[in-house]
């Protein structure tokens, strides 16, 4: 059976999400920026787990970031506009396809969210090593990375599966 393709009005919530969601990734670009012209030629281009940086490149690496993030950022948004093509954990129909298409729509953007800051945070790690603000960040950093990204998807999720 082929899911029913309805338009999800944004509520309120919904618009200023999206809406923090472009300044968030306005601010990355102007925080790479701000980084690149206060960085050495040579940067952290990787991290062990510990969060030491084992491997350095030059300081244009810094943009890899904020491209990689912005086109994540443009394909989840136009991803979102097809909510019939995603996979749910429930049936789809007619009576439930609103409710649950408004529930995955929001997880496309709690993700666009979560991958802003998962790389914003790997930004600044790599500045404050890069100018030796901080030599390490600690142990702690993936697993917290790792939060932010699947966190929104269990609860998603669940409530996806609730919402039946």
Not at 3 to 10: D, V
Not at 28 to 44: A, E, G, I
């Amino acid at each position: 059976m082929d899911k029913p393709k309805i338009e999800i009005q944004l509520t309120a919530s919904d618009k200023i999400i999206e809406v923090t969601g472009y300044v968030m990734l306005a601010a990355m670009w102007c925080l790479v920026v701000y980084f690149y012209n206060n960085s050495p030629d040579t940067v952290p281009i990787h991290f062990n787990l510990a969060g030491e940086a084992d491997g350095y490149g030059s300081r244009k690496t810094m943009f890899i970031t904020p491209v990689l993030c912005t086109f994540i950022f443009f394909v989840l948004t136009q991803v979102s506009k097809f909510p019939e093509t995603f996979n749910y954990p429930v049936t789809i129909t007619p009576e439930n396809a609103k409710t649950q298409y408004t529930i995955a729509t929001r997880l496309m953007r709690s993700m666009k969210i979560a991958v802003i800051i998962v790389f914003g945070i790997t930004d600044v790690h790599t500045y404050f090593t890069a100018t030796e603000t901080s030599a390490t960040i600690g142990g702690w950093l993936l697993p917290v990375l790792l939060a932010f990204v699947f966190i929104p998807m269990v609860y998603y999720y669940v409530k996806s599966l609730n919402a039946e």
